[in-house]
């Protein structure tokens, strides 16, 4: 099972004059992309319960209502908390139930119901409490008695975590967007969800969203919010994705923070200590705001805190994070509340500034329980098959915490807008937008290069044709290369749980040539267009595949494939572009001609956890991973008629990791080489990033020269210590420096093997001497995390000897 993933959901009103491009598909792509990440920073049918009990909770003496008190079902493991009206909604079977009300500040209160199939309204008053414990007086900055309390809870923390071995609970969670320009009942989003989740020591995690629903603008597809494993703050680091946060619980926490105690308060007849908690750097990743602490025991039973300024998320800010508690039998306190609350700017036209609120609420806890055998598989999040078929009266089932009436009125108007015709001064505008999002995220329905000139096609995917089988066809033409593609692809699974398939494939192609370096062959549309950027090289390949893949052991797989392929070089078909009118593209260079018969093994070991969206199944994106890939080809006159013959061994690591708290690095090895007389279009080749744009893992001075050989090896590091180092240096001015400071460098060799009579035609240049280069990064330039990278080449190559370039993630 995959190491327990903590996902962070943190994964538009217009102005009824000014906001034109809200209810966008292009907008509505930009809120897809950071709502997918978000689920990422941060997942059957729901039992229809015979009776409703619905009502609110209010304070004794003001009379307003009392927002997240927990609801206790006694002598179960359900329980609730209400919403931001003070209101709750509780389904259970026919029967007399005590239901618990608590809430800090404020007297516990329990009532008896009888269920029955109506449904029955239950408002309840709580009294307000102010509890002074003798020798503890309330209030008080006192830094003495925290920090024994904090002391105790250090100590009785390992026994904590050995109380409970694994445990289950359903939940419901909640995402809601809205303008912050604007009224707050003015919602542009809510994405809804009903999941249930398995947990064992120590680190086995399991979810399933069994039902979800989501605003008119937003595809059910793009709803992956859950809750992503409880964070557990009796642990000594906390995994909030890019960061490990000390803990307040940690065993060294007394070297990281202060503590004060505010308040002793009563939570269900216990006293509870209300600290405060003050981190004593600026550098670190740690917490501000308050922890409860239970008497006697010293567990864990609410969180209310924020981000320290070591914590820099690009793109949000005013950042908030809380856990509510509920104790259950023989003394298990768990969260049965979790919220994310930050505000979220996105510079692009027509997106206001956003608020963001994020609500889990675990419920119906089953604690130390025995899993079944299959509990735990490969995926982490998964979504049941059934998800988007649940009908109302299930889904009112699973919705244990009710919409607000802003919610209720932001689904309404979100609706009424969606089903709204659009203008036509909006269709227009939406036009060229359009066409950018195609340029840049639909490659095979629209691409440019110097080779087809521009490509318009249609691709066609279907899934489950029939029991297993995926079928996906693609057509378009190059209207300057002048060449009809076709692809015709099917995938037959033979055991899901295995991975295991057979796959059939043919096409006539305009094919990349392959390269050794990570994301090498991305689409390179908008530079080819706006600056006749393309460090690709092309050949036409026409033939067949037949293939076979399985899962061997949990996160390796391996796979085999015979093709049987007709090869031929390509000229350049075209000088256009936007902006460059009188610089010339780089010439495409010629391969070697010829039917290309080969049979190919290859492995692939790969960490990062799993999750399946229906029959998608995507990586999730952590910190810390690591992707080995081994291949070996053959290519002879065994495998009938062959033009070329040749053996070719290939290895690659990509690892990421966080670095002793010094920030994020990521290092890449490859290598590989042949025997034999191995093709132009099969050399090792290390392709160059161009003048402008470069990934993190590029080499940036080669300007637009390409090295290749029939063998070769590459070494690239690049580290970003984001604004740590300033930071460190406590430097007035310094230290507040926005930005973030990278380091990058790398080598690489390529050979060529005189006896290769396919050899003969000079395409690249050939590395015999190492070529390297090193330099720095600034980054967060904008809010889009664009980085300048300054790069001096440390060997004596007719390339750049120094180049800034642009990167970031976006590249």
Sequence with gaps: MSKNYKTRCVSLSISDQLSSLEYSSFSSLIIFSFLFVFSMFLLSATQIYAGVIEGAVYDFDSNEPIPVVSIRVEGTGKSMATNDDGRYRLRLDNGTYLLKFSHIAHYSETIEVTVTDSVINQDVKLRPSMIILKGIKAYTRAYDPAQKIIAEAIRHKQEILNKIKSYSFDAYAKLVLANRSKDSANIMMIVESQTESF????????????????????????????????????????????????SPTAKDALDFYNYYLLDTLYIDNQPVFHLEIEPKSDTKPLFIGTIDIADSTYEVVGVDVRFNKAIDMPLFDSITYSQRYAEFENGFWMPIEIRFKGNLDIPFPGLPPLLLTYIGTPHDYTINLVHEKDTFDEYVIEVDKNADDVDSAQWFAGQIVPLTEKEQLGYKRIDSLENASVPLWKKAVMVPLGALAITMFAEDVFHFNRVEGAYLGVPINKKDVFPGLDLSFKSGWAFKGEIWQNSLKADYYLSEKRRRNFSFGYHKEVTKRPAVMPGSGENVTFLALYDKIDPNDYFLEEGYYLGFSTKLLPKLNISTTYSDYLQSSLENSTEFSFLRKSKRHRLNPDINDGRLRLLSVSTVWDTRPLMKNKSEIFKMDVATYTVLKASFEYAGPGLMDNDFHYKRYNISINHNQRLFGLGQSQLYLAGGFSDGDLPLQQNFMVNHSGYVFSSPVSFKTLGENNYEGYEGAVIYFSHDFGRNLFEWSHIPLIKDIPFSLGIHGGAFWTSQNSENSMQTVASYGVAEKAYSELGFSIGRITPFQFRLYFTWQLSDYETDKFAITIGGDLF
């Design 199 to 246: 947990w064992e020591s120590p680190d086995k995690y399991k979810e399933i969203i069994l039902a979800r629903k989501q605003s008119a603008n937003i595809e059910g597809a793009n709803n992956m919010i859950g809750i992503g494993g409880l964070l557990n703050f009796n642990q000594n680091r906390l995994d909030f994705g890019e960061f490990l946060v000390v």
